[in-house]
């Protein structure tokens, strides 16, 4: 057990990783390529941090990415209590989210582009200015998320669980491309 640490520079490809980690803060570290298994992380931290192509197997219970690299990562197998997570300005695309638990959890300027949100259940979660350029939504519960700021989206309501969602007028658009009428 690793706790109440700054980790800084860690390249996790080449140091042994611990498998419980409390209250720690990662800085500028590589988890690029990792499968991060049987792990926990409570109340964490990770800053720059390159977490491309990971796969998440673990558990997230109060973690924060801020400034993050997380492009193709796999999120379909984080553990299913993972609580809390907040991402603030990451980049994401092409990232994995099918059957992910991200209920309540808060993106921020994030670049959401060409994601898999396949059966996710993203009940009152935040998307703060996020792009969702070619992102897939489908059997996605969305009941009651906020993407009011975030733009680029294309939800078809027939196939997710919408009710309640907040967007802006000037996004309505990506609520009914799917019906292959023209806005002007």
Same mark, same amino acid.
């Given at each position: ?27 500028? *570290?590589? @988890?690029?390529?990792?499968? #991060?298994?049987?792990?926990? =992380? %409570?109340? $964490?931290? +990770?800053?720059?941090?390159?977490? &491309? ?30 609580v809390s997570l907040r991402f603030r300005n990451c980049i994401l695309s092409y ?8 209920r309540e959890a808060v993106f921020s300027d994030c670049r959401l582009t060409e *994601?898999? @949100?396949?059966?996710?259940? #993203?009940?009152?979660?935040? =998307? %703060?200015? $996020?792009? +969702?350029?070619?992102?897939?939504? &489908? ?46």
């Amino acid at each position: 057990m690793t706790e109440n640490k700054t980790i800084y520079k860690c390249d996790f490809n080449k140091e042994a990783a611990d498998d419980y980690y409390f209250d720690c803060r990662f800085e500028s *570290c590589d @988890f690029s390529e990792l499968i #991060l298994e049987k792990m926990v =992380f %409570e109340n $964490c931290v +990770f800053v720059n941090c390159n977490c &491309s192509n990971t796969t998440v197997q673990c558990r997230f219970s109060e973690v924060q990415f801020v400034d993050c690299k997380m492009m193709g990562a796999d999120f379909s197998e984080m553990n299913k209590y993972s609580v809390s997570l907040r991402f603030r300005n990451c980049i994401l695309s092409y990232a994995c989210f099918i059957n992910a638990n991200l209920r309540e959890a808060v993106f921020s300027d994030c670049r959401l582009t060409e *994601c898999n @949100f396949t059966g996710t259940d #993203l009940k009152l979660a935040r =998307f %703060e200015h $996020c792009d +969702f350029s070619r992102s897939v939504f &489908s059997v996605t519960n969305l009941e009651k998320a906020d993407l009011e700021s975030s733009r680029h989206f294309d939800i078809n309501p027939n196939e997710n669980k919408t009710k309640g969602m907040i967007v802006s007028e000037s996004e309505l658009r990506g609520l009914v491309s799917y019906l292959n009428i023209v806005i002007r």
